[in-house]
């Protein structure tokens, strides 16, 4: 497969989306009454998807994943 190809291919590639188009019709329907929401895209993030996915509670995920609790600066 040639270089421009394969590029091309990659573009392509995506995480799994489970609930999109779920997520979509509530983000419509959500800003039918926020206007101000058209300025920020949806953009679910990675640790709750994995969260959901596995139905784990912060707790749990943090567990799963041995995680240790720090504060922040």
Do not use: C
């Amino acid at each position: 497969v040639e270089y421009e190809e394969r590029m091309e291919r990659l573009q392509e590639v995506t995480y799994p989306k489970p609930l999109s188009e779920l997520l979509w019709h509530a983000y419509d329907v959500y800003r039918t009454s926020h206007p101000w929401v058209n300025d920020h895209p949806v953009s679910p993030k990675s640790v709750i998807r994995d969260m959901y996915e596995r139905a784990m509670t912060f707790t749990e995920f943090t567990s799963h994943y041995e995680l240790a609790r720090t504060e922040g600066i």
